[in-house]
């Protein structure tokens, strides 16, 4: 008997398919690496710098003397980039009064010594919970809160857009972000923050804007754009669900994403937040010193810093100066503190 014909390997239309599939993957691949050859030769000549954030809310959290932790950045670090927060708790503590001592002692001091600072402005900045409402204001009336912050926002613009130290404002802190801070969510939309950009541009129209988000997911597509786009970098996190928990990528993946962010965008991105501290289920002022190793070792640490070089991008900023001054002044542990001062940008 005469054998039945053999059946295709696949029909001609799963075929096709196939190959546009496989043809479209490889001029995907060959355009990224083309956008991410042109990230590199953009930004050839640009020179990396590195900075420190710093949170009086944190240093208050270790017990530590904000002033004394602040200055020993400035003149032991040797810092010459800074972020630092003006949180609304602590400059409007009621409507309309309004206390800038704290602030501007922090520019003022930085100015002194020709150091730059990013202030972070806004209801959402940076250290949990993230959101810092006075109290006289009922967070969860978000109309209220709007045209409160709004108010605020004028005030600290006009109040410091002239000042010697100010290198950018950071406007809010992963404003999008949810899942993460003691935040009421229908504060936070692209609509609110557009209004909240317009009110910084009305008050001051020449110094640049920075705007954040997470590290792992999303690109901003849908709202407003400024010359910065920052996007933080964690590498070992603890959670409820996993644990310990590194992620997987390298920092090809940033340099993937923010060569394709400012592909798009007229924007040049940046690292709000490097991780240099540890990452525990509990505060660090409350982990043993061998818990910290579980996800910031000194190599973790160096390992952090090849991965934000990795990605291409010059400017980033490094996350835990507190951790490092406590270390340093009551744990006997120096050399964090001492490899920050190695990498800062003197």
Known sequence: MPRPPKKPFMSPAKLRFAWIAFWSGIGFLTLSAAVMYAFVVRHQDTPETIGVSFSQQQANDF?????????????????????????????????????????????????????????????????????????????????LVEERVNKMLRVVVERYKNHPALESWQLENEYVLRGFGECPDKNFTNEKLATELATVRVIDSTTPIILTQSNQAGFPMLGPITEYYGFSMYRVVWNSLTGYFMYPQRGIYTWWKAAWIETFHPTTVTIHELQAEAWGPV????????????????????????????????????????????????????????????????
């Open 63 to 143: 017990g530590i003397d904000i002033r004394s932790a602040y200055t020993a950045i400035l003149d032991d670090m040797g810092a010459k980039h800074l972020r630092l927060a003006a949180y609304w708790d602590r400059i409007e503590p009621a409507p309309d009064r309004y206390d800038f001592e704290e602030t501007d002692w922090m520019l003022d001091e930085a100015a002194k010594r020709g150091a730059k600072v990013k202030l972070a402005i806004g209801q959402k900045l940076i250290r949990v919970p993230e959101c810092y409402y006075p109290k006289w204001l009922d967070e969860n009336n978000s109309e």
């Open 283 to 346: 505060g660090n002022q409350n982990l043993s010193f061998a818990d910290t190793q579980r996800s910031m070792s000194i190599n973790q640490f160096k390992d952090n810093l090849a991965y934000a070089r990795e990605s291409h991008i010059k400017r980033f900023d490094l996350w835990g100066s507190e951790w490092w001054y406590w270390l340093k002044t009551t744990q006997n542990h120096p050399e964090y503190w001492d490899l920050a001062r190695q990498t800062v940008t003197r």
